[in-house]
């Protein structure tokens, strides 16, 4: 059915008066997710999701100019009202991460709802990618630091030990010859693991073509991430032992920041082009 101007013209106010009542109504959630990025270094990747997500909605502006209109998705509207249940079910018990979630659900919602599924369908992924920008809440954080030290520590001491250097754990501790070197909250892995998944969000969906590879390769960060932190213990230990202390406490420790996202992206690109279907040869 071919609406007439003016149902065009209401379409469109209606259209923008959702999307501001939206913004108006998350404006102090925002306002708290942006302290967070800035004062958390576990969440200061938070302030280039929205701009990512931005960036790829503008690239597909053309394609999505052409998605036939068709407002009023029912499923489109159980989602919003879902998300806005889950608003003011959060404000009231002052539960910040599910309050921060409400705001992409409420959001994918309304698209749909407003757009429906063939701008849903087009849009789900930006939309969606907008979790990354929700920080876990601290209990589930600090529950699971700890166990990921130990992991970390454990599996370094045993590699250490397998190429022959004395190494011994002491908890989150490895003892080396004349040196200490202690795999701290920072070091659990799970930082960058956090920042790593979203990497591996947007590498995975515009590298893979099936929604099965996507996922795979999605799902395969955690591994890598665990992975490219015990490598760079290593890299630290081993330049601890053979070079020098200073080494491991000053350049190193800066160095193996960085290279944790550099091996974890090698791993995440050689793993991707094995998955990767090859093309069939004449």
């Given amino acids: 059915m071919t609406s007439t101007p003016s149902q065009n013209i209401s379409g469109r106010i209606f259209i923008w008066i959702s999307f501001t009542v939206l913004a108006l109504l998350y404006i102090p959630v925002l306002i708290g997710l942006i302290e967070v990025w800035w ?30 209109e068709s407002t009023g998705n029912n499923l ?13 079910l959060a404000t009231a018990a002052a539960e910040y991460f599910t309050l921060r979630a409400s705001l992409v659900i409420t959001l994918f919602g309304l698209v749909w709802y407003l757009f429906g599924y063939q701008m849903i369908r087009k849009t789900w992924f930006e939309l969606l990618f907008l979790f990354f ?25 045993k590699i250490l030990s397998f190429v022959g250097m004395s190494a011994i754990q002491q908890g989150n501790v490895i003892h080396l010859p004349g040196y200490s070197l202690e795999v701290a909250e920072a070091c659990s892995g799970l930082r960058s693991l956090i920042s790593l998944l979203a990497l591996g969000a947007l590498y995975a969906r515009f590298t893979q073509i099936t929604f099965g590879r996507q996922i795979l390769l999605f799902l395969s960060t955690v591994p890598i991430a665990i992975a490219a932190n015990i490598f760079r213990l290593l890299f630290t230990a081993v330049g601890a032992y053979t070079v020098s202390h200073e080494l491991a406490e000053d350049f190193l420790h800066e160095l193996s920041g960085m290279m944790v996202f550099v091996v974890a992206f090698i791993m995440l690109f050689i793993w991707g082009a094995v998955i990767k279907p090859r093309k069939a040869t004449a």
């Fill in 76 to 88: 489109g509207l159980l989602i919003l009202i879902s998300g806005m249940v889950v608003f003011v």
């Fill in 39 to 68: 004062a958390d270094d576990n969440y200061s990747h938070g302030f280039l999701i929205p701009i990512i997500s931005g960036y790829l909605l503008w690239k597909k502006r053309k394609a999505l100019a052409e998605v036939p």
């Fill in 133 to 157: 920008m929700v920080p876990l809440p601290y209990v589930i954080y600090y529950s699971l630091t700890f166990p990921m030290q130990l992991y970390a520590t454990t599996i370094t001491t």
